[in-house]
């Protein structure tokens, strides 16, 4: 059965068991509608929102979730009976997520970074751990794409334990995928482009959009990645992306230009390439480059 | 007199966050200083034209540190860290600084205390003067973690010289999202001010920021950007406002014209003037009924 699947989705993609991070940099520059557009202009596809703070892909398909699992860590609690007060617990704790009372030991879980450090160092094994659930990931299915969504609960600090489990999940699935993963540079970024096997940087001809762009290329610099740039809205503004691009050796592989017609349209939940005939071009381009330079 | 601290965010990035914020430092030029909070990606400064005046390290949480000579290569440290931020190279201990949390558990578990938690630059603390005013900004170093704390140090390096020169204003450029950085930037705010538009993506963003920052009690109100391009769902973004008591302080009409003045580097003030100027003039109003906070 596993291979009868695998040998479809082989057939029907342009390439085989590549999983393809869409990021940005700068936010709002319509990575979210490049991967929802990737997704739909290939078959067999899964689709992953890694952009747990923020997650919009869903919202591109019209898709209704039809599972949810738990994303879960291990957060302390304490044994009273055995507690002497000792304090070693709050002392030691370098996030200060633990606090004595008297003999009272309480514990701040919005700060708990989860290290299992107090559970470790308690002199009467009074500490321990038990899952608490700081996230959720979402099944969804929708034109034939697959969808795993990675969610953030609100009031929760940290994403990347979200994004690390919803990467897991995706790695049952065989066959391409295409990431939607969070902007900006930090640990986050990092984290959802790390397991790529090739990274598409969307951009825009804006000072904003160059400096952003120009940061997210050095972090793939550092990890030893290539990424290809998609240029968006490429009319307006007048920032030297090519040169940029040329720079740091990462060929430009399509540029859109804006359209009233499809931000309106995405304002209603509407991915591009359903209707946009210079998208759907943009994608088979793009689907047809990713190919060539990893075959 | 008291400072008043106004936190622009956004949830969604690209709703027109940095637009805003800029307008309103070019509507309070010389009585108020700036924050560029949004520290892996910073663009308020690239609006502002900011002169350095001082250029400081910043330290993330110290993190841990292997002297290979001591280390026995008995991996305990590899196979307890809960981040994954130790390997086994060569038969050293060697801490990817980036994925270290500097909890320090590998420091007491080491048997032969190899191991010490030691302090790493992780970007800059900026200082810089610009037309406008001061302006306090920061940089962090590509993938590195502890944005919430970068944040923070620039937020109190502002709040320490709004007093010292009694400056009425602090305005606070924030991150996208609703993770540690963001509430990092909104902790303490006179006034979050929420960027959004009409987009269906921005409305989730908008409802999912407002249950992050409500258990927070800060006073939160909403400005709409890129108004016209679909009003079906400006509708519903009218609705939520009204339904959950969110003040909605005005609207900025979408227009290339300012993507086009962007492009100039200049704030975009001169194109949207009046609508700006009404939201000011809604934001003092709110903050005039609620003076006792801060």
């Given at each position: 059965m596993t291979t009868t699947r695998k040998a479809t989705r082989a057939a029907a993609?342009?390439?085989?068991?590549m999983k393809i991070a869409v990021a940005s940099g700068?936010?709002?520059?319509g990575k979210t509608c490049v991967a929802a557009s990737l997704a739909l202009s290939a078959s067999g596809i899964l689709a992953v929102d890694?952009?747990?703070?923020?997650?919009?892909?869903?919202l591109l398909f019209g898709a209704t979730p039809q599972e949810s699992m738990l994303v879960t860590r291990p957060r302390p609690h304490v044994d009273e009976n055995r507690c002497?007060?000792?304090?070693i617990c709050a002392r030691e704790c370098r996030f200060g997520a633990v606090n004595v009372f008297g003999r009272k030991v309480l514990f701040s879980h919005e700060l708990c970074?989860?290290?299992?450090l107090c559970m470790r160092l308690c002199p009467t094994g009074a500490i321990f751990e038990e899952e608490r659930p700081v996230g959720e990931m979402r099944r969804y299915r929708c034109d034939g794409v697959e969808l795993l969504e990675g969610r953030l609960w609100t009031?929760?600090?940290?994403p990347v334990p979200v994004i690390e489990s919803t990467l897991d999940a995706a790695e049952a699935f065989e066959g391409n995928a295409v990431w939607d993963c969070p902007p900006g540079t930090s640990c986050s970024m990092v984290a959802a482009v790390r397991r790529a096997d090739a990274v598409i940087l969307v951009t825009e001809p804006t000072p904003f959009g160059a400096a952003d762009l120009e940061l997210a290329l050095q972090v793939l610099q550092k990890m030893g990645k290539k990424a290809s740039v998609v240029i968006n809205r490429c009319d307006l503004g007048e920032a030297d992306i090519d040169g940029l691009c040329s720079r740091y050796d990462a060929p430009v592989a399509a540029r859109l230009p804006f359209s009233r017609e499809v931000a309106s349209r995405y304002a209603s939940?509407?991915?591009?390439?359903?209707?946009?005939p210079l998208w759907q071009e943009a994608m088979k381009t793009l689907w047809a480059k990713i190919g060539r330079e990893n075959p | 007199m008291t400072t008043r601290e106004i936190v622009v965010v956004s949830?969604?990035?690209?709703?027109g966050k940095t637009t805003v914020t800029a307008s309103l430092v070019a509507l309070l030029a010389g009585q108020g200083l700036f924050c560029d909070?949004?520290?892996?990606?910073?663009?308020?400064e690239l609006l502002l034209g900011p002169t350095p005046l001082r250029d400081d390290p910043f330290h993330g949480m110290p993190v841990a540190l292997v002297d290979p000579d001591a280390c026995?290569?008995?991996g305990l440290c590899a196979r307890e860290c809960r981040f994954s931020a130790v390997a086994m190279v060569e038969g050293k201990a060697v801490v990817d600084s980036d994925a270290c949390?500097?909890?320090?558990l590998c420091v007491h578990r080491c048997p032969v205390r190899a191991i010490r938690l030691t302090d790493v630059v992780k970007g800059r603390l900026l200082e810089s003067r610009t037309p406008y005013g001061p302006l306090f900004h920061g940089r962090l170093f590509?993938?590195?973690?502890n944005s919430g704390k970068l944040v923070q140090q620039i937020k109190d390096n502002a709040r320490s010289r709004a007093r010292e020169e009694t400056l009425p204003w602090i305005i606070v450029d924030g991150p996208p999202g609703i993770g540690c950085p963001a509430l990092s930037a909104m902790s303490g705010a006179d006034l979050v001010l929420i960027v959004t538009e009409a987009s269906r993506s921005a409305q989730s963003d908008l409802r999912r920021l407002v249950e992050t920052a409500r258990p927070f009690r800060h006073p939160l109100a909403v400005v709409l950007n890129?108004?016209?391009?679909a009003p079906d769902e400006e509708d519903n973004l009218r609705r939520f406002c009204a339904e959950t008591d969110l003040p909605l302080l005005g609207t900025i009409p979408f227009d290339r014209a300012i993507a086009a003045a962007q492009a100039e580097k200049i704030p975009p003030l001169e194109r949207i003037r009046e609508p700006l100027e009404a939201i000011f003039r809604n934001v003092v109003r709110l903050l005039d009924r609620n003076p006792e906070r801060g």
């Open positions: 993609g342009p390439v085989t068991e700068k936010g709002g520059t890694l952009d747990v703070e923020e997650p919009n892909l869903a002497t007060g000792c304090g970074h989860g290290c299992g009031g929760q600090m940290n939940g509407e991915a591009p390439a359903r209707s946009d | 949830g969604k990035g690209g709703t909070a949004d520290v892996d990606a910073p663009n308020l026995v290569s008995g949390e500097g909890c320090g590509p993938g590195a973690a890129k108004a016209g391009l």
